[in-house]
Antibody
Framework: QVQLQESGPGLVKPSETLSLTCIVS????????WNWIRQPPGEGLEWIGN???????NYNPSLNSRVTISVDTSKNQFALKLTSVTAADTAIYYC??????????????WGQGILVTVSS | IQLTQSPSSLSASVGDRVTITCRAS??????LVWFQQKPGKAPKLLIY???TLQSGVPSRFSGSGSGTDFTLTISSLQPEDFATYYC?????????FGGGTKVEIK
């Protein structure tokens, strides 16, 4: 069973860069799109973007200019960088795998999530 | 593409039939997914492709719809079903989620 685990600082200062890593275990990173999703405390889900194993990326335009998602296939992991953070970026950040089938694609495996707080 | 879920919350009893609606601002064919989320946990995939049950999901869950209007139905609500449910469209980027429906105990 594929497992994903987010890691990174739980506290980031305003205007700095949020950096998270998601390690993929018990499964290949090749052949899939790898996603980041966030959820402010007590609120709904927001898709941030994804990266294919080849490095191709898709981003949410609401965050586009501040987001970079990258993949390291040699380490079976992918990463999120979000620049110029504010308190509005405080959220639980999830990584997830996108599965493709003839009936469509879907996020089937998720990490447990990591709470990142933006505060001085 | 905006997804509007209704209701935003509901109270129901064990054994009740529950229906949640998700409306898309434009057609998304059948590319609609449903998740269940419990407090402190990551979302869990229930249904993809509008109506295909993910492996291991009880058959009391079902999905239907196409185009812009979709529903998630729980045929007989069980204690473990009290949670928040989200729809997500995977027809086009950016992927978007509905605002969620919280199912509470009556």
């Amino acid at each position: 069973q594929v497992q994903l685990q987010e890691s990174g600082p739980g506290l980031v200062k305003p205007s700095e860069t949020l950096s998270l890593t998601c390690i993929v275990s018990s499964g290949p990173i090749s052949g899939f799109y790898w996603n980041w999703i966030r959820q402010p405390p007590g609120e709904g889900l927001e898709w941030i973007g994804n990266v294919y194993h080849s490095g191709t990326t898709n981003y949410n335009p609401s965050l586009n200019s501040r987001v970079t998602i990258s993949v390291d296939t040699s380490k079976n992991q992918f990463a999120l960088k979000l620049t110029s953070v504010t308190a509005a970026d405080t959220a639980i950040y999830y990584c997830a795998r996108r599965m493709n089938t003839p009936m469509g694609n879907y996020l089937d495996f998720w990490g447990q999530g990591i709470l990142v707080t933006v505060s001085s | 593409i905006q997804l509007t879920q209704s209701p935003s919350s509901l109270s129901a009893s064990v054994g009740d039939r529950v229906t949640i609606t998700c409306r898309a601002s434009q057609g998304i064919r059948s590319y609609l997914v449903w998740f269940q989320q419990k407090p402190g946990k990551a979302p869990k995939l229930l249904i993809y492709g509008t109506s295909t049950l993910q492996s291991g999901v009880p058959s009391r869950f079902s999905g239907s719809g196409s185009g812009t209007d979709f529903t998630l139905t729980i045929s007989s609500l069980q204690p473990e079903d009290f949670a928040t449910y989200y729809c997500q469209q995977v027809n086009s980027y950016p992927l978007t989620f509905g605002g969620g429906t919280k199912v509470e105990i009556k």
